[in-house]
């Protein structure tokens, strides 16, 4: 039963506003810096709080959309403030919770500059987040999608690197020039759909393969930009580059996750004869960005584009697990962006770590540094090995499960036949492995020989804190995936259901029962 049946209580608009009004406490009434930030912690621990009870009382059994809740905005053009969530986007909401608190913690001191304004970007960021999993309101949607922009934009540009002014325009231009195209696809559906702005009515809409095809483009593209896909994924190295570690973890572990969640809530169910169309392009673009940027992030120098294009790489999985169309690889690629974002975010967080002692990000600035952080050196290899995908690791179990998916696909659903995509993807693990391990060994391992290395110290509680829960859930996950399979599985069903029913099918049954019923009852 859902809680918010049992206790009339709004559950996901709780989740969605304590961290505004959190930031407003804090922008009227906290002066102190050290205040600031306690307040900051103490509201983003609140808002995780409030996000337990979404995995504790969720059905299981069911795909429809829980804790709903539903109130008219702008009633004019049938705009509804609408929420809810089903299998697929609740563990985005926790995940967003837990990650915002490890973000706050990670900018505990190395954050000395505006630190109001820097914790009030990150609870308003905290909003629009959640806000984006939980809108069953396309129009709400976008409203979310878009003022993400603001505080991100704030958080590369005024607390980023020296070339955070061109990163963050780029960022920007690339965002928005997608945003728009969803914008004008929204319009053209709630037009032709009957002025519905409802994401659930959408999905039941039988759409013809005209209005599937230009709206699917219209989607491809503004998706693509945030996944990132190749070729459009060159915003990302140098927004990861600028931004602060902070920046950098809630970018790889949530921000990216926005574009796949838009394949899996819009493309897959509301266009599925043009998904089917265009999954030989998808898959195509999923490969390249699996083996050519794996390939370019062997030739990286500094350590946060290394892991931004890794991250790119590892998403490649994620769209090809979600354009095969089987139960196995969307569940797969569901999984693999949750793990991606406890091991990408965690991956950034060790680069923080040691940026914020000597102030470098440049592989070869390091060496040895095993020697004089060996607790640092365990975690860094520990997640390491998790981003190669090794058995026992949460990546593994997503990365599998994409490619046992993949070979039971329709063949003719594949732009090359499942035998060459298993070729790819061993080819992408053994480069993973290549760069995330060259890397390690160039940072970590060898003898301390620079005295700027001599003088690192081991990381501090504060520091363990932070990773001490990515640690639990990378392993956790790996070793017993059950309980999140569980959450996914029948709204991943009806996922693939409604994907892999054609519309136009319907559609002309329809018409043709229609046209037997009426020479009957003539």
Same mark, same amino acid.
């Given at each position: 039963m859902e809680l918010y049946n049992v206790l009339d209580f709004p559950i996901l608009s709780l989740a969605i506003f304590l961290p505004t009004f959190g930031a407003l406490i804090i922008w009227l009434f906290i002066k102190n810096d050290n205040m600031v930030r306690w307040a900051a912690l103490l509201t983003s621990v609140a808002t995780f709080i409030v996000t337990l009870p979404l995995i504790f009382s969720f059905d299981k059994t069911t795909s429809h959309m829980q804790f709903e809740e539903f109130h008219p905005w702008i009633s004019a053009v049938n705009i509804n403030y609408h929420l809810g969530v089903d299998g697929i986007s609740m @563990?985005?909401?926790?995940?967003?919770?837990l990650l915002i608190i490890i973000c706050i913690g990670s900018a505990w001191k190395c954050i000395q500059t505006r630190v109001k304004e820097y914790m $009030?970007?990150?609870? $308003?960021?905290?909003?629009?987040?959640?806000?984006? /999993? #939980?809108?069953?309101?396309?129009?709400?949607?976008?409203?979310?999608w878009e003022a993400l922009l603001i505080p991100m934009y704030l958080m590369i540009g005024v607390w980023g690197g020296k070339n955070r002014v061109y990163a963050t325009l780029k960022f920007f231009l690339y965002t928005l020039a997608g945003s728009v195209l969803m914008l004008v696809a929204l319009l053209a559906m709630y037009f032709?759909?009957?002025h519905t702005f409802s994401m659930l009515d959408l999905m039941n809409y039988k759409f013809d393969f005209q209005w599937q095809f230009w709206i699917f483009i219209a989607f491809f593209i503004a998706f693509a930009v945030k996944v990132p896909m190749w070729p459009v994924h060159t915003w990302l190295p140098d927004a990861h580059t600028e931004a602060p570690t902070a920046g950098s973890v809630i970018l790889a572990g949530i921000l990216l996750k926005m574009g796949a969640y838009g394949y899996l809530r819009f493309s897959l169910p509301m266009l599925p004869d043009a998904s089917q169309y265009f999954a030989p392009m998808m898959i195509g673009l999923s490969l390249v960005a699996i083996v050519y940027i794996s390939?370019?992030? +062997?030739?990286?120098?500094? +350590?946060?584009?290394?892991?931004?294009? #890794? %991250?790119?790489?590892h998403m490649g999985f994620v769209t090809l697990g979600t354009f095969v169309f089987t139960q196995q690889a969307l569940e797969g690629a569901v999984i693999g962006m949750i793990s991606h974002g406890f091991i990408a975010a965690a991956l950034f967080l060790c680069v923080g770590v040691m940026y914020d002692r000597l102030h470098t990000r440049e592989i070869s600035d390091y060496g040895g540094v095993a020697n004089v952080m060996p607790v640092f050196a365990v975690i860094m290899l520990l997640f390491s090995m998790a981003n190669i995908a090794l @058995?026992?690791? %949460?990546? /593994? !179990?997503?990365? !599998? +499960?994409?490619? !046992?998916?993949?070979?039971?696909?329709? @063949?003719s659903a594949l732009v090359i036949s499942a035998k060459w995509i298993a070729i790819a993807a061993t080819i992408s693990v053994v480069l993973s492995a290549c760069y995330t391990l060259w890397m390690y060994k160039r940072v970590i391992m060898g003898d301390a020989i620079k005295d700027s290395v001599k003088s690192m110290t081991d990381i501090t509680f504060r520091e363990f804190s932070l990773f001490a829960p990515l640690i $639990?859930?990378? $392993?956790?996950?790996? /070793?017993? @995936?059950?309980?999140?399979?569980?959450?996914?599985?029948?709204?991943?069903?009806h996922l693939v259901e409604q994907a892999t029913t054609s519309k136009l099918d319907a559609a002309t049954a329809l018409i043709e029962h229609s046209t037997a019923l009426n020479a009957v009852t003539h």
């Open positions: @563990p985005f909401i926790v995940l967003t919770g $009030i970007s990150f609870l $308003i960021l905290e909003t629009t987040l959640i806000g984006v /999993f #939980s809108a069953l309101d396309v129009m709400l949607f976008y409203f979310f032709e759909a009957g390939l370019v992030a +062997m030739m990286q120098r500094d +350590m946060k584009r290394l892991i931004a294009y #890794s %991250s790119i790489a @058995p026992g690791s %949460s990546a /593994f !179990i997503g990365e !599998i +499960m994409v490619l !046992i998916g993949t070979f039971a696909a329709d @063949p $639990i859930l990378t $392993i956790w996950v790996g /070793f017993y @995936p059950l309980p999140v399979l569980d959450l996914l599985h029948e709204s991943v069903a």
